[in-house]
């Protein structure tokens, strides 16, 4: 198993330990193999992540009526598979105007639901810790060695459709908790980064529970305005 | 627009238009809406002085707890919108009005979650009302129901 040294400790205030122990867990998550990519494929898919931020494609899609209306290849390493490399870019840097036929065509392209779940998984850990790292003013971590192995491709029993363009455990309620539950690894992870960053999911249900020095209306309002400029209606 | 908590009135407008943040009610508002908005973009200036104005406003540990918060949701929002996921009916229901009056109904991901109804949408305010005292009764079942997180596989 990797050991990531990530630590705040030259951050120009004092971090938590919650915080850099989870971010240690979620980079030791992306370098191991997952259910359906090797450890190398999900650190290349964070090598991506980073790219997607210089792609003049996707600032030229960004800026577009629609993002269909232009077409290109991405800028990057592009080792993936041409459908990662777009599922992989749109959802960096213009998750807001994803669609079911979006995803229907990656899924023809070759791409299957598994994979794309564990994609959204490595994709949104790098995305929240680089955004951690931007927030505080430090550099972004270096990514972690691809440890060996292969996937285990093992599909959960019991998943449903739920509403969802990916299938889901079945449930009611807890929508968000549940959207990866094809891949239950990127749910811990999930998990995990969230009571570091934010709140456990028992302590969400009291409305009185702030998080450190913010109160719970100054947490809400945070988190409200990332969703909107993110046009997130979730 | 206001949504109540805890007994206190807040202006919701904020969410939509930082601008407004003056009026939300809410303490170092601004400082909180200028490093959301800066995060979620790409000028590193501004960045930066966001960064100090809420340092200086509320000190290094709210900064680092509204970073985390701010990164937190630049993946929830990804997982929501990525997966396609409806918002939850419950949260629809009590939320209808609001999500009209701010304009949330207007975002390409509203399409994933139906309509709540015009009896929903006229229940929304009370079901508000009554609900933190329903979360709370709720807390201990929804922590038995959540459970902990399932070990990674290794």
Redesign the interface.
């Known amino acids: 198993?990797s050991d990531s040294a990530i630590d705040y400790v030259s951050a120009?205030?004092?971090?938590?330990a919650d915080?850099p122990a989870a971010h240690r867990r979620g980079w030791d998550?992306l370098a191991?193999p997952g259910r359906w990519w090797t450890g190398a494929e999900r650190v290349a898919i964070a090598t991506e992540v980073r790219a997607a931020?210089a792609c003049p494609l996707c600032h030229e899609r960004k800026q577009a009526l629609s993002p269909n209306a232009v077409t290109g290849t991405h800028a990057g390493p592009g080792v993936l598979p041409p459908a990662a490399v777009e599922?992989v870019h749109r959802?960096?840097t213009d998750?807001?105007?994803?669609?079911?036929g979006w995803?229907d065509g990656l899924e023809a392209d070759g791409l299957s639901d598994g994979h794309y779940?564990e994609l959204?998984g490595v994709?949104?850990?790098v995305?929240?810790?680089d955004?951690?790292c931007?927030?505080?003013?430090v550099p972004l971590h270096a990514l972690p060695e691809p440890e060996p192995g292969e996937p285990?491709r093992a599909r959960p029993d019991g998943l449903v459709d739920?509403?969802?363009?990916?299938p889901?455990t079945a449930g009611?309620?807890?929508?968000?908790?549940?959207?990866?539950s094809l891949v239950?690894?990127e749910?811990?992870?999930?998990?995990?980064?969230?009571r570091?960053?934010?709140l456990a999911?028992?302590e969400m249900?009291?409305?009185?529970r702030g998080?450190?020095?913010?109160?719970?209306?100054?947490?809400e309002?945070?988190?409200?305005?990332?969703?909107?400029?993110?046009?997130?209606?979730? | 627009m206001s949504g109540e908590t805890s007994g206190r009135d807040y202006g919701l407008a904020a969410i939509v238009d930082g601008k407004a943040a003056h009026a939300s009610g809410i303490d170092h508002a601004e400082e909180l809406v200028t490093l959301a908005e800066a995060m979620v973009g790409s000028d590193d200036a501004a960045l930066a002085s966001a960064r100090q104005g809420l340092r200086d406003a509320m000190g290094a540990e709210a900064l680092v707890d509204a970073a985390a918060v701010a990164s937190n949701f630049e993946r929830m929002v990804r997982i929501a919108d990525a997966t396609g996921i409806p918002l939850d009916p419950p949260v629809n229901a009590m939320t209808a009005d609001i999500q009209e009056e701010l304009g949330l109904t207007a975002f390409a991901a509203k399409s994933q979650t139906p309509d709540a109804g015009r009896l929903a949408r006229a229940a929304g305010p009370l079901l508000r009302r009554i609900s933190p005292r329903l979360m709370r009764a709720l807390a201990p079942r929804l922590q038995r129901l959540i459970g902990a997180p399932p070990e990674p596989r290794v």
Do not use: K
């Open positions: 198993m120009p205030v004092p971090v938590c915080l998550h191991r931020a599922a959802i960096t998750p807001g105007r994803l669609s079911r995803l779940v959204v994709v949104t850990t995305v929240s810790i955004s951690f931007r927030g505080l003013g285990s739920g509403g969802a363009w990916v889901m009611r309620f807890g929508n968000v908790l549940r959207a990866m239950p690894e749910v811990s992870n999930l998990m995990v980064l969230s570091a960053h934010y999911p028992e249900a009291d409305i009185e998080r450190g020095a913010l109160d719970r209306a100054q947490v309002l945070v988190a409200a305005r990332v969703s909107a400029l993110r046009e997130c209606f979730y």
